[in-house]
T-cell receptor
Framework: NAGVTQTPKFQVLKTGQSMTLQCAQDMNHNSMYWYRQDPGMGLRLIYYSASEGTTDKGEVPNGYNVSRLNKREFSLRLESAAPSQTSVYFC???????????FGSGTRLTVV | AQKVTQAQTEISVVEKEDVTLDCVYE???????LFWYKQPPSGELVFLIRRNSFDEQNEISGRYSWNFQKSTSSFNFTITASQVVDSAVYFCALSEARSNYQLIWGAGTKLIIKP
């Protein structure tokens, strides 16, 4: 199925561990995004990539890094996980900045 | 200051009732876009509608309708004859040039449809 694929769907980390969340889209979209969603706080932008080769910080970038590997893939890395990073992470893509986003199914991350 | 306000945190209605979800936005741009997304209990985010600032025509899609009024900076969403499957969190979002067209999200409205 065409769309945005995120892996893994669930992950439990210990404090201080690192991990990379993977995201790939097959819609030839230029822009890709990483969001986190916490209860009662809606969606907050972590990083985005307007086009291949560029990345920019969003609202809550601290503790994260990203890589736009190619047009299809945009990964999010937690170098040293903290309990405050327990959240649901969504990757999204869009063909044009003014168009709606297509979201992946999310990654539920728990840091203990 | 919040740019997208969804004042209704939670709404509960009985099946078959009509329900309106409110969305009020703030922007100084003349060109902007408004969106509604649905997040059912399964967790995925589903795009419902995109509306640009130059098109104030109301839109109807089956039981869903949207009322865009620039005069009141509102983009409200109505579900007619609600069904249990409509139970979800609904998000309104704004995209404007001065924010580089990144989506600015409302906090969401949780809609509960009781059988």
């Amino acid at each position: 199925n065409a769309g945005v694929t995120q892996t893994p769907k669930f992950q439990v980390l210990k404090t201080g561990q690192s991990m990379t969340l993977q995201c790939a889209q097959d819609m030839n979209h230029n822009s890709m995004y990483w969001y986190r969603q916490d209860p009662g706080m809606g969606l907050r932008l972590i990083y985005y990539s307007a086009s291949e080769g560029t990345t920019d910080k969003g609202e809550v970038p601290n503790g994260y890094n990203v890589s736009r590997l190619n047009k299809r893939e945009f990964s999010l890395r937690l170098e040293s996980a903290a309990p405050s990073q327990t959240s649901v992470y969504f990757c999204a893509s869009s063909s044009d900045r003014s168009y709606g986003y297509t979201f992946g199914s999310g990654t539920r991350l728990t840091v203990v | 200051a919040q740019k997208v306000t969804q004042a209704q945190t939670e709404i509960s209605v009985v099946e078959k009732e009509d329900v309106t979800l409110d969305c009020v936005y703030e922007t100084r741009d003349t060109t902007y876009y408004l969106f509604w997304y649905k997040q059912p209990p399964s967790g995925e985010l589903v795009f419902l509608i995109r509306r640009n600032s130059f098109d104030e025509q109301n839109e109807i899609s089956g039981r869903y309708s949207w009322n865009f009024q620039k005069s009141t900076s509102s983009f409200n969403f109505t579900i007619t004859a609600s069904q249990v499957v409509d139970s979800a969190v609904y998000f309104c979002a704004l995209s404007e040039a001065r924010s580089n067209y990144q989506l600015i999200w409302g906090a969401g409205t949780k809609l509960i449809i009781k059988p």
